[in-house]
RNA sequence: CGCGGGGUAGAGCACUGGUAGCUCGUCAGGCUCAUAACCUGAAGGUAGCGGGUUCGAUUCCCGCCUCCGCAACCA
């Protein structure tokens, strides 16, 4: 059987503009997904949007539009940035607004309720007079509203449905210690672990329609809405149009269980990329949430750093602002690429600056891969009677194994290596000089040089398909390309 | 005592109980196939602070300082 792979991004809330983060959490999981893919792996690869909740239907009525106006824009926002980030074009996008994504979720709601792990209380929220609006324990400070300091905060009593968590603390527990790569990386896991051992609260998971419409009907109450995430998790299942219905008989063909079962159950899960600040929804509730419906966990989540800029948190006010679009206008989609897989860290916060940015394309792009690949070329151009095949398809040993880690920047430097290593070989044997003295020899040198830029161009696919592309061509070709990346000033 | 991560050359990072490494940047030399690119060499760090364990700690333990994120009904 063919092994396949089932990766998807957090969707992102589109309460604002796409930005950095998702930029490079989208690219990180396109390069897995195309990394398998070209082991011969199938791939089901999924991102999309998550449209509904409070902040969105504020930010909907400040601008004076229907909620479902305003997510259609950003929906087209967020499809827009896929091709310039280079994203495979078979990926899927699901909204959180699609039909099937709401009958799915509305599916989940009815098998963890009959499943008896939904129940309605009675819960306090905390009200602002000064600002009337709810607030949140993290917006308060020392108990009080921040801009009303002298106002007490006044509780509120609301019906809402609440999720039986504590009920899956010891499932968790025996999850994370069977699986110990269940969270990359393993550091994340063993703080999921620690919070899930000091104990689990139920929680929210619905809204008052009164108070905040923007959401999926709960369909045992149509007084109530889903709490956004609730709805938003499920999008990981209801893009394998979980809950599978059966389709008739008479219509014949596959079920589209055989979908659920094809990615979800046979793949063993999805590989899911989110933010640290995911890390609870994600590889708790979520997993909680498939539990109390009766299905398998996913298979991993991947636990990515936050991108700074200055050492700061990006913010319009403070202007360090990176428009990923930006970068890929004045730069381009795979020097973008390059940045995001060999220059940032992993798992890691890190710094994502224009200079950092420049100095990284001069220096990797343009001098490194761009130069050697002109070098070699021109002498295989001038020297070799026509095209060399390249022999080497396998990806080495070390790259197969940091990508299989997800640690695609120790992947990226092997091919850096390699760069630098033909590059010595160069100066060291110097065929531009031997051409003149021994012929044979020079060739056989220029021959193996261009191999090495055929492996080089092989591991550069998931990362820098178009550059890869290009590579392959020029071997194809045997002529020296235009130069791949322009060095800037 | 809320939780987690970090503090190592100008910058970004790594490894390690026993002369501190890599990439980028800087300076000098070499080469000329190539995008003033490439190769070689050099300068540059008392490894946040204090204490402990040890023959010996940057590496293990404790305390402190400091930076960042999270702190569950915000997504």
Not at 84 to 103: Q, W
Not at 260 to 284: P, V
Not at 457 to 469: G, H, V, Y
Request: aromatic fraction near 10%; proline fraction near 5%; charged fraction near 25%.
């Amino acid at each position: 059987m063919k092994e396949r792979t089932y990766i998807t991004t957090t969707l992102p809330y589109v309460n604002a503009e796409p930005h950095i983060g998702f930029a490079v959490e989208i690219i990180r999981a396109d390069i897995i997904a195309r990394y398998r893919r070209a082991l011969g792996e199938e791939v089901f690869f999924n991102t999309g949007t998550d449209e509904h909740g409070q902040k969105i239907y504020q930010k909907a009525l400040e601008l004076g539009l229907e909620p479902q106006a305003y997510v259609d824009q950003l929906a087209e926002k967020f499809k827009a940035i896929l091709k310039p980030l280079g994203i495979s074009e078979d990926i899927n996008f699901v909204r959180t607004t699609d039909p099937a994504h709401i009958a799915s979720a509305q599916a989940f709601w009815r098998t963890c309720d009959q499943n008896g792990f939904i129940y309605k209380k009675n819960y306090q929220t905390k009200y602002c007079i000064g600002c009337e609006l709810e607030k949140t324990d993290s917006e308060l400070v020392n108990g009080k509203c921040p801009d009303h300091p002298n106002l007490a905060i006044e509780l509120r009593d609301e019906e809402n449905y609440f999720f039986k968590f504590p009920a899956f603390g010891d499932k968790l527990l025996a999850l994370y210690k069977e699986r110990p790569d269940f969270v990359i990386p393993a550091e994340r896991q063993k703080e999921i672990k620690a919070l899930v051992e000091r104990g689990l609260q139920d929680f929210s998971i619905s809204r008052l329609k009164t108070k905040m419409p923007w959401g999926i009907a709960v369909p045992t109450d149509p007084e109530h809405v889903m709490y956004v995430w609730f709805d938003a998790l499920v999008n990981y299942i209801s893009v394998l149009s979980w809950p599978c219905l059966a389709r008739a008989e008479s219509e014949g063909g596959p079920n589209d269980l055989d979908n659920f079962n094809h990615w979800w159950l046979e793949t063993g899960g999805a590989i899911q990329y989110c933010g640290k600040d995911n890390l609870r929804q994600q590889t708790a509730m979520w997993q909680a949430m498939l539990m109390a419906a009766g299905l398998s966990p996913s298979k991993q989540i991947v636990i990515d750093g936050f991108i700074t800029s200055g050492g700061q948190k990006m913010s319009k006010s403070l202007g360090n602002v990176i428009n990923p679009l930006e970068v890929v206008e004045k730069y381009d989609t795979d020097a973008l690429r390059y940045f995001v897989a060999g220059e940032l860290a992993m798992f890691e916060d890190s710094d994502f600056t224009w200079e950092r940015f420049h100095e990284a394309y001069n220096a990797k792009l343009a001098n490194g891969l761009g130069n050697l690949v002109s070098r070699v070329m021109k002498m295989a151009e001038n020297y070799l009677a026509g095209p060399v095949e390249i022999t080497k398809k396998e990806f080495p040993a070390d790259y197969v194994k940091f990508l299989s880690e997800f640690e695609i920047g120790k992947a990226v430097d092997i091919v850096w290596q390699k760069i630098s290593t033909l590059d010595l070989k160069i100066q060291q044997t110097q065929p531009f000089k031997l051409i003149k003295e021994n012929k044979e020899e020079a060739v056989k040198i220029v021959t193996e040089l261009v191999q090495g830029v055929g492996e080089i161009a092989k591991m550069l696919e998931p990362i820098m398909s178009t550059t890869a592309e290009k590579i392959n061509q020029a071997i194809a070709n045997n002529k020296m390309p235009a130069p791949l990346f322009v060095r800037k000033d």
